[in-house]
């Protein structure tokens, strides 16, 4: 029988939580989680925690500043102290440079729409073999006989990794307890072997990656995006240039280009496809938000500072060079969003950050068979998806900045942990951060709505312009499939032309492949979240049990 949230519950262990990811709404989770009586495990692929939002620069390069690149700095101190903290008392297993692949639910996983209830004899046990374990209940480690990951393809036996710098279990295989779910990630930079990790219960908080739309240049080295451009400043303290445009669409733009100018780039103009008479068709709802006002009059008022000319509605046309970027063309948009003729103008420079909004990393999630709605992660009040024992949060289930994922993860990792405990949730526990995450989601749509990229930008692709750089794929190619051949959806287009059949699985060229299609832009399910090489899928497939005769 359930209790309510807050009574006396007494399991025989701690139940275990996989979460994948450590950024704001990983962070956040894992710690809401852990306080209240769950065991966390926590994969991410960076080497350090924090995710784009709190990207660190790596200890060896002993950044006196590193909070000179970021806002909401206390936060970031907060979740920091909180998860070494956890991580001391053996109650957090923190792996680093894992690099989730592939999620198992086996049949330990409840089929009742809730996760099982831990019980007697469901945890990671002492075991002779073990080379080290964590808290007792939480997470252990042990190598099986020295095996690669076996049951990959259904039985999901751990495996063992060849040792990764930061990985608190580095050189081990990590059995977090339970039956319901194995987690596979590939490990290191590399990524060459890979490691099962085992939990009751997974939190998906993937996070999101850029959207990437073509434009003539736009192969030439010097061209970043602003994600990127701003992972080098935040991650490596380099400067993708010395001369640098920013320019697309989205809230993304400014933070990058004041941070460039701060680091001592000549920002030589941040080029928005949005118009400020955009904004004012939402004037409640920003207002609404004081503090988010705040922060954008800051970043205005450093953009000035820096002297960094703010062109609206303007596109980037072209990139020009011979062996790198030179120089960008811009013009102005009209209100349909085609270029209108005659305002084109050259801006030299040496490198082009460049994005156009977000998009959710679904993955994972896909591959357990949960809901996707639109391009987004399907969740609940609590944050869970329609698979039983699944929660997701942050950018997976929505684009909406570090604030909304905290409020997420939060609740997510409340939810998780009162389920994996065997007490029914009270969402009265959470109330404050389900209003923010109410707030936060009505600010985001605003955004969304606002900073779109142009409507007709396929118009300006010449035929020869790359749309899929796995496989060199030209606009050509893809009008020719949508015009002559009939094809009026991208997975046809990917069939006709191979966009989208590369190395990256169309994560690059899936939005620019739809807007040449005319089609509705949709998640591509994909077997696996990442590229696999082969021989950890033939390992693991070797390693497989025999069926058993009777």
């Not at 964590?134 to 997470?139: D, I, K, L, N, P």
């Not at 009751?200 to 739309?213: N, P």
């Not at 305002?343 to 977000?358: E, F, K, Q, W, Y």
Request: proline share 8%; net charge neutral.
């Amino acid at each position: 029988m359930r209790t309510a949230e807050g009574a006396v519950a007494a399991p025989a262990r701690r139940p275990t939580l996989a979460v994948i990811g450590a950024g704001p709404a990983g962070l956040a989770a894992a710690l809401a989680a852990v306080r209240r009586g769950v065991h966390v495990t926590v994969l991410d692929s960076a080497p350090q925690a924090g995710g784009q939002f709190y990207r660190q620069p790596a200890e060896a390069f002993r950044a006196r500043r590193p909070k000179a690149l970021h806002h909401q700095w206390r936060t970031w101190e907060r979740l920091r102290s909180g998860l070494t903290e956890e991580i001391a008392a053996g109650r957090v297993t923190y792996l680093t440079e894992h690099h989730g692949w592939f999620v198992e639910r086996h049949a330990g996983a409840s089929p009742t729409g809730r996760p099982p209830t831990p019980g007697p004899g469901r945890g990671a046990e002492a075991r002779p073999d073990a080379l080290a374990s964590g808290a007792s209940g939480g997470a252990s480690a042990y190598a099986p006989g020295g095996q690669l990951p076996a049951g990959v393809l259904g039985d999901g036996v751990g495996a063992v990794s060849p040792g990764v710098p930061g990985s608190s279990v580095a050189g081990l295989v990590v059995d977090a307890g339970g039956g319901g779910f194995v987690v596979h990630a590939l490990l290191g930079p590399e990524q060459e072997e890979s490691v099962a990790v085992r939990a009751d219960a997974v939190l998906l908080a993937t996070g999101g990656y850029e959207k990437v739309l073509p434009f003539p240049g736009w192969t030439l080295p010097g061209v970043v995006t602003a994600g990127g451009a701003q992972a080098m400043l935040k991650g490596g303290l380099v400067l993708p240039g010395r001369t640098v445009v920013v320019a697309g669409t989205g809230p993304l733009l400014m933070p990058v280009a004041a941070g460039l100018a701060t680091a001592g780039a000549d920002v030589a103009a941040l080029v928005e496809s949005a118009g400020p008479k955009a904004f004012a068709r939402h004037t409640a709802t920003l207002a609404a938000h004081p503090d988010k006002l705040a922060e954008g009059a800051q970043y205005a008022a450093r953009l000035a500072r820096h002297r960094i000319p703010l062109v609206s509605r303007h596109t980037v046309v072209e990139a020009h060079g011979k062996d790198a970027v030179e120089a960008v063309t811009i013009a102005a948009l009209d209100p349909a969003g085609r270029v209108r003729p005659g305002t084109g103008r050259r801006i030299p420079c040496d490198t082009l950050a460049v994005g156009h909004g977000m998009l959710p990393h679904t993955d994972l999630a896909e591959g357990l068979g949960c809901r996707v709605d639109g391009l987004n992660v399907a969740v609940d009040a609590e944050q869970r998806t329609d698979v039983p024992g699944v929660w997701a949060a942050g950018e997976a289930t929505g684009i909406g900045g570090a604030a909304l994922s905290l409020a997420e993860g939060h609740i997510a990792g409340r939810s998780a942990a009162a389920w994996l405990r065997g007490i029914t949730p009270d969402p009265r526990a959470w109330a404050a951060a389900a209003k923010s995450r109410t707030r936060m989601r009505e600010f985001a749509a605003v955004l969304a709505s606002v900073y779109t990229p142009p409507a007709h930008w396929a118009e300006q692709l010449h035929d020869d312009t790359l749309v899929c750089r796995c496989e060199e794929v030209p606009a050509s190619a893809v009008r020719e499939a949508v015009d002559e051949l009939g094809a009026t959806d991208a997975r046809t287009v990917k069939l006709l032309t191979r966009a989208g059949m590369g190395w990256c699985q169309g994560r690059m060229c899936s939005a620019a492949v739809a807007g040449l299609a005319g089609c509705a832009e949709r998640s591509a399910r994909r077997p696996f979240a990442r590229p696999v090489p082969l021989g950890v899928l033939a390992r693991a497939a070797d390693d497989r049990p025999d069926p058993d005769p009777s």
